[in-house]
């Protein structure tokens, strides 16, 4: 399991803290959420996404959450996500 906090700075979700990691290996902290994962909007429209997305290599089950100040804009997110490659009955058993 990953998590990321995103902040949105000029219309980008940039991400602040991740355990997730590039395809080279790098952290992906900086990096930015790509406008065309079909969370960007939901994001930007003060929704939640969740679905599966590819980020990275990876196609993984993911949700994204907005951040919202007191005047209810979006000023950054949560996301967590499970690389589908898991074996899922594992993690069942883990947590049984």
Same mark, same amino acid.
């Given at each position: 399991?990953? $998590?990321?906090?995103?902040? !949105?700075? %000029? ?7 991740? =355990?997730? &990691? ?9 990096? !930015? !959420?790509?406008?065309?994962? #079909? &969370? @960007?909007? &939901?994001? *930007?429209?003060?929704?939640? @996404?969740?679905?599966?997305?590819? /980020?990275?290599?990876?196609?993984? %089950?993911? $949700?994204?959450? #907005? /951040? !919202? ?5 979006? +000023?950054? &997110?949560? *996301?967590? $996500? /499970?690389?589908? =490659? ?8 883990? +947590? %049984?």
């Amino acid at each position: 399991m990953d $998590c990321t906090i995103f902040d !949105l700075k %000029d219309g980008e979700f940039v991400r602040l803290h991740t =355990s997730l &990691a590039k395809e080279s290996g790098e952290s992906a902290e900086g990096s !930015l !959420l790509e406008r065309q994962n #079909p &969370a @960007y909007k &939901a994001l *930007m429209n003060r929704g939640c @996404y969740v679905g599966t997305v590819k /980020l990275f290599g990876n196609e993984v %089950d993911a $949700c994204y959450s #907005p /951040l !919202l100040n007191s005047a209810g804009d979006v +000023t950054g &997110a949560l *996301m967590v $996500c /499970l690389d589908k =490659s898991v074996d899922v009955d594992l993690i069942k058993k883990m +947590t %049984d």
